[in-house]
Every structure is written in C-alpha cells, then in structure tokens.
C-alpha cells in the first residue's frame, strides 16, 4: 500500500557561516497535494526544497522520504522517488530536446548500461504528454524560455515517478507561458502527480494549489488551504505591501492596493 | 654468404618496422586517444569547453618529474617513473587545495587548485632548469618538453598501452554521465548521479592517460582541446558519441601530425611544436564556429 506521507519533515535547521536560513522547519508533502511554498527572496523556500533533494545536509531535525530518513537514500534512489525540475539554465553544449529528456532516465539504468529503445519510446511518449513532441530534434539552447521549461517537465516525466518538486516554475516565463505551465501542472496534478513549488506570485498560488506553505526568515508562519492563508495581513506581514484579495467567480485574486501608477 | 646477407637485410628492416616504426605508430595512436579523450571528459566535468586535459596539473606536474628525474639520474625508467609519479602528484595538490579552500567541492574551486597546482609545477621545473647542467641535463630537458614520439620502444609501448587502453575504454563507459555532469552538480544529482563518484573516476582515468603520454612523449598541445571541439562541431554534444569519436579522430589527428613531422623538412619538427602550429589556427576557426553555437 502507497504511504500518505512523502515527504516528512521534522525540526529542520540550516545555517550558513554568517547566518541562519532556517530555523525549526516542520513540514509535509502528502500523496495527491500541490503545494505551493510562498515567501520573500531569502526566506528559505531553496534551502528547503535543496535539503529534501539532499543537495545539502541538514544540520539539525531530519528529513523522511516514505518510511526512511533521507540520509539512508542514494541520489540514485531518491530519483526514483521525486522529479526535480529546476529553472532552466543555459549549458554550453548544446544539446537536443530528445538528448536532454533522456537524461531523466539515467536512474533508471545499469551503472553501465547504454540507453535503449525503450528510453527513447518513454521520451518520446513524455514529449507527447507535454505536447511538445515536434522539438525533440531541436538544439535544447535555442529554444525559448517557456519552451525550456517544459522540456525540463517531460524529462521529469521520464523518471516515471509520482513526485514533482519544482524551483520557480515561471520564472523568466512571459505572461502567457506562465499561464500555461501553471495550466500544466494542474493537469498533471488531476492525473495524481504531486508537486511542491516555489513561487513568488499570490496569484499563482491562489490559482494552482492545494495547501499553501508561507514562509517568512527561516520559519513557516502559516500552513493551509490558499484562501484562508493568503490575506491582506499576510501579505502585510511578509511582503510590506498593503493589498486586497477580491473574489471574482469563485476564484481568489490578489491586488495590490497601491494608488501609485503613470497614466 | 648471399642468405646471409638477405637476413642482414631482413633484420635491417625487421629492426626499422618493428623496433622504430611501429611503436612510434602505436604511440601516436594511443597519445592522441588519450590527449582527446581526457580533454572531451574534464570539458564535460568543468561544464567547460574551454578546458584542456592539463587543467587540474597533470601535464605540469608531469613535465617537473621528468626533469627531476634527469637531473637525479641517466635511467630513463626513473625519468618516466618520476614523470608518472608526479603528474598524479600534481592532480593531488589541485584536488586538496581545491577541498581545502571550499568545503562545497565545487568545480571552480577545482579549477582554481588546478591553477595554483599548475603554476606550483611550472615554477618548480623552471627551477630545475635553472640548476641543470646548461650543456647536457639542460637542452634533454628542453627538448623533451617540445614533445616526441621517438622515444618509446616496442616493449615500453606495448606495457603503457595496457592502463592508456583500460582508461580510454573506461572514461568511454562514462560517457553517458558526462552528459549529466554538464548540466551542473546539483542537476546532475537531482537526475540520481553519483557525481562525486562519476568525478573521481574520471579524474582519475584522465589523469593516468594523460601522464603517462607525458611519460611517454613529453608536452604535446593542443590535441585535448581541439579534437573534441571538432567532433562536436560534427555529431553534437551528445558524450556516447562524442568520446570514442574522440578517441578515434585524436589517434588518427596526432599520426597525421607525426607524419608531417617527420617528412615535412629535412630535420624532424617536435610533435608537440607541430601540434601546436596546427592546433592554434584550427582552434581559431572553431571558436568562430562555437560561439554561434553557444549563443
């Protein structure tokens, strides 16, 4: 039987030298939920995702991927677990859209083995999903951002888990690719993945959540379902913005309330 | 009397073919292999296609126990044996002072122990050459570091051929890691790599084939940068590919190379000078190329 629980987080503390990042971090990702992490610029939300991906080491609490603790995990095992989709960022070789989601599948291989047709057949099919089969044999570098993006979902569909954890799925992303990555993940979401993202957009959160995770200098200050967590004392206490949230055909916006503007 | 000196004859060529000609074939094969295929894996390791198999201070290091190494003694095995010692030594030294000034083994902290490794070495040999005897240890030591295939002897070749072989053939069955490698570590690690294992390995596959074609043939340039530059140009970035294309067009680029060192002039021109008039206009043009490519 599937475990509810994925990800456990208890009493989590990371520091750097000069100062802490995150202080007392308690946390869970539950089978079936999107998750969205809401916060300034350095409050922790990349330590936090960077830590249960066991890029860095805790240095106190511990992390529960199912029924072990993190530590027990080889990054091999861990991608067999969770897909990480990062923001996409420039490599100098140039690889082509079918090369770079194929990576995904290096988990899934012998220390030794060559990919096989298999791997190129679950590439494809990922590439097909996404709806972006007609780039496979494109330069991955000369795509535009929103296509990039969504590049980096179909290889974390090849890795064939339930999982998605996702560093600032938008960003660099104009308006419409924006819409439409969030779009994708609510329909990857309804298919039974799920996500925690970081997101520095309300709106955003509002729109494609389950539970929204607030956090603010190192500590989570507030945990629950987008409408009761996201409001104007919120957005108050941890942005230093005055804004409105306004309902509009049963669904939640937040507008910041500032008069100032050019006409 | 006339058997007798068709034997002569026969043992004449035998002696030609098989005692000078071949190993010196073989060499440039193995050389040119290793050169290219060390460069294809550190420019993957480094997310750099600018780096060279001397980036971490194998050639460096190398190029001061082969000079040591003349100066203590006329043997030739304790030249090659301090020229192997050292290269590896040399690596050592880049990979501590790596760790040491950052505790997060990042690759630039890689490349920046390689640069004080290397300059460490260089310094070193300089001092060498400066203590040499200015009339015999002095011009061996210059000269060899110009680089030559003339040195191995079938025997020899055929025993460095073994670990220059074994690595090749290893770093050619990583090569499907490179490619996660130059996404970046933490990529890399999200995917399910074992990188600080992938990394080892590879450090230690290049460095071996790479000092013992210092230990072999002395500096030759150029051939670690270029050749996978080329192959990219031609096939993509793709590592299964890229690292036995490498090694093929690498073995045959140095034969090439050898060849018109000897018959281009009257005198034999050092492979690594030719390697290095060749590789500098070539290198020139595919950076043309590559920038198009990279943007």
Request: charged content about 15%; aromatic content about 8%.
């Amino acid at each position: 039987m599937e475990l509810k629980n994925i990800i456990t987080v208890n009493d989590l503390h990371f520091s750097y030298p000069k100062h802490s990042v995150l202080n007392g971090i308690v946390f869970n990702l539950n089978r079936g939920e999107v998750v969205s992490l809401l916060g300034p610029n350095g409050c922790g939300k990349s330590t936090l995702i960077r830590l249960i991906l066991k890029l860095i080491q805790p240095h106190q609490g511990e992390i529960w991927l199912e029924n072990k603790t993190l530590h027990r995990y080889s990054h091999r095992e861990i991608a067999k677990h969770i897909a990480y989709i990062p923001q996409y960022n420039n490599v100098p070789f140039n690889y082509s859209v079918l090369e770079m989601v194929m990576m995904g599948r290096v988990a899934k291989h012998g220390f030794f083995a060559a990919p096989s047709v298999k791997d190129a057949e679950v590439a494809h099919e990922s590439l097909r999903r996404i709806g972006i089969d007609d780039l496979a044999s494109r330069p991955f570098g000369h795509l535009s951002g929103g296509q990039k993006q969504m590049v980096l979902l179909a290889r974390a569909l090849t890795q064939e888990v339930n999982t998605f954890i996702m560093d600032e799925p938008v960003s660099g992303l104009d308006y419409g690719n924006q819409i439409r990555l969030l779009e994708l993940i609510s329909d990857l979401a309804n298919q039974g993945y799920t996500f925690l993202k970081t997101t520095h957009y309300p709106d955003h959160a509002l729109m494609v959540s389950s539970r929204v995770v607030v956090m603010n200098e190192g500590r989570i200050i507030a945990n629950g379902l987008p409408e009761e967590v996201i409001t104007s004392s919120m957005i108050r206490e941890v942005y230093g913005i005055e804004a409105d949230l306004i309902t509009h055909n049963t669904r939640t916006w937040c507008i910041p309330s500032s008069t100032k503007g050019i006409r | 009397m006339l058997g007798g000196a068709e034997n002569d004859t026969y043992t004449l060529l035998d002696n030609i073919i098989l005692q000078i000609r071949l190993p010196r074939v073989l060499l440039a094969i193995l050389i040119g292999a290793s050169l290219a295929v060390s460069g294809a894996a550190f420019q993957a390791m480094f997310v750099n296609p600018l780096v060279s198999p001397g980036i971490l201070g194998v050639l460096a290091g190398a190029s001061f126990g082969a000079a040591l190494g003349m100066l203590l003694s006329e043997q030739w095995y304790v030249v090659q044996a301090l020229a192997f010692l050292f290269g590896f030594v040399a690596v050592g030294v880049a990979v501590l002072i790596g760790g040491m000034v950052s505790n997060s083994r990042s690759t630039i902290m890689l490349v920046l122990g390689g640069v004080i490794s290397g300059s460490l070495f260089t310094a070193l040999l300089s001092v060498i050459k400066y203590v040499a005897d200015p009339y015999s240890t002095l011009p061996a030591i210059v000269y060899w570091l110009m680089g030559s295939l003339t040195m191995g002897d079938l025997h020899g070749v055929l025993l460095v051929s073994i670990p220059m072989i074994l690595s090749i053939l290893g770093m050619i069955a990583l090569s499907k890691y490179f490619d996660l490698l130059s996404l970046g570590d933490e990529e890399a690690k999200a995917l399910g790599v074992n990188v600080p294992l992938i990394r080892f390995l590879a450090i230690l596959l290049a460095t071996l084939a790479s000092s013992l074609s210092v230990v072999m043939a002395g500096m030759i340039g150029w051939v670690g940068l270029i050749i996978p530059h080329i192959i990219r140009m031609a096939v993509g970035p793709s590592h299964r590919l890229l690292i036995p294309l490498s090694a093929i067009v690498g073995a045959i680029f140095l034969l090439l190379a050898d060849t018109i060192s000897r018959l281009a002039l009257s005198v034999e021109i050092p492979i690594g000078i030719l390697t290095s008039l060749i590789g500098i206009p070539v290198f020139i043009i595919v950076l043309k190329n590559a920038r198009a490519a990279w943007n």
